[in-house]
């Protein structure tokens, strides 16, 4: 069993920064996926980026691509997303999901995703 807890959501204006965590506690095996997804109010899931739990070939969605960027922390355990340049439209509560099997990186937003943590608000004002 993998434990996801996430954390750094808030309030930033548009163009501002800010740096989500996921602390990840359990089992984990080298062919985990770890990845990111949003949910804006009405609006469906989406995904946002991947990474392998080795750290490896990031995967971005086209909304994420060029400002953000995913990383793992191996020292604390942690997988990283650091958002740049936001805008309103990045409004959501983003999850972080772990995904026991391996897949390519361009399949790591389609895959299915086995683990999730409770979610942290980010809301962008303009």
């Known amino acids: 069993q993998v434990q996801l807890v996430e954390s750094g959501g808030g309030l930033v204006q548009a163009g501002g920064s800010l740096r989500l965590s996921c602390a990840v506690s359990?089992?984990?095996?080298?062919?985990?996926?770890m990845g990111w997804f949003r949910q804006a109010p009405g609006k469906e899931r989406e995904f946002v980026a991947a990474?392998?739990?080795?750290?490896?070939?990031?995967f971005y969605a086209s909304s994420a691509l060029r400002r953000f960027t995913i990383s793992r922390d191996n020292a604390r355990n942690t997988v990283l997303l650091q958002m740049n340049s936001m805008k309103p439209e990045d409004t959501a509560v983003y999850y972080c999901?772990?995904?026991?099997?391996?897949?390519?990186?361009?399949?790591?937003?389609?895959?299915?995703?086995?683990?999730w943590g409770q979610g942290t608000q980010v809301t962008v004002s303009s």
């Open positions: 999901e772990a995904a026991r099997s391996w897949a390519p990186a361009q399949a790591m937003g389609t895959i299915q995703y086995d683990y």
């Open positions: 990474i392998r739990w080795s750290g490896s070939s990031p």
């Open positions: 359990g089992r984990t095996f080298s062919s985990y996926i």
